[in-house]
T-cell receptor
Framework: NAGVTQTPKFRVLKTGQSMTLLCAQD?????MYWYRQDPGMGLRLIHY???????AKGEVPDGYNVSRLKKQNFLLGLESAAPSQTSVYFC?????????????FGPGTRLLVL | GDSVTQMEGPVTLSEEAFLTINCTYT??????LFWYVQYPGEGLQLLLK?????DKGSNKGFEATYRKETTSFHLEKGSVQVSDSAVYFC??????????FGTGTSLTVIP
């Protein structure tokens, strides 16, 4: 199993450009999450999904959109990138099996918006 | 709302020193508690977890006990190694399966 993978690993954008970050998991997990990590702020939840075809807003959803068309994939889109979106983005997934459900993280995508 | 507060770093220790990283939480209901570790350039990895009060999570010499009376989940290790240098995150999962992370504590262990 590859676990959670993210594409791309690194990207540079100009202000106003758009892009899509792809997260894929092969563990048949129901839940998937997108976080951003900024210095001194830990991880902040952007959007999450509790199943195929469903999405919900997290703590910092503005400027981002997501889609979960397939259970194994969770896409994060930036329609018009801003320098404030420079960050490291992490995807995670987890099961709904009861009892201390654990999140599994991808390796991250470093995004620089100029 | 639910939240996690952990001690700010950075923390610098000599090899074989004792480590404590404090973590306290605020939550309604009965959350599960986690410690994650992030090595440079990598994603977060689960280090240990505890799902109910008085549970002790342990892994790789690290331990943390779920203390409901003090709403704490402090991370400890008796003798740190250089390879333990990383950023450590305390986290909780609420009854709605949402995760809340602390801001992270950077640990550097020097030989």
């Amino acid at each position: 199993n590859a676990g959670v993978t993210q594409t791309p690993k690194f990207r540079v954008l100009k202000t106003g450009q758009s892009m899509t970050l792809l997260c894929a998991q092969d563990m048949n997990h129901e839940y998937m999450y997108w976080y951003r990590q900024d210095p001194g702020m830990g991880l902040r939840l952007i959007h999450y999904s509790v199943g195929e075809g469903t999405t919900a807003k997290g703590e910092v959803p503005d400027g981002y959109n997501v889609s979960r068309l397939k259970k194994q994939n969770f896409l994060l889109g930036l329609e018009s990138a801003a320098p404030s979106q420079t960050s490291v983005y992490f995807c995670a997934s987890s099961t709904v099996i009861a009892g201390g459900k654990t999140q599994y993280f991808g390796p991250g995508t470093r995004l620089l918006v100029l | 709302g639910d939240s996690v507060t952990q001690m700010e770093g950075p923390v610098t220790l000599s090899e074989e020193a004792f480590l404590t990283i404090n973590c306290t939480y605020t939550a309604t209901g009965y959350p599960s508690l986690f410690w994650y570790v992030q090595y440079p350039g990598e994603g977060l990895q689960l280090l240990l977890k505890a799902t109910k009060a008085d549970d002790k999570g342990s892994n790789k010499g690290f331990e943390a006990t779920y203390r409901k009376e003090t709403t704490s989940f402090h991370l400890e290790k008796g003798s740190v190694q250089v390879s333990d240098s990383a950023v450590y995150f305390c986290a909780l999962r609420d009854t709605g399966n949402q995760f809340y992370f602390g801001t992270g504590t950077s640990l550097t262990v020097i030989p």
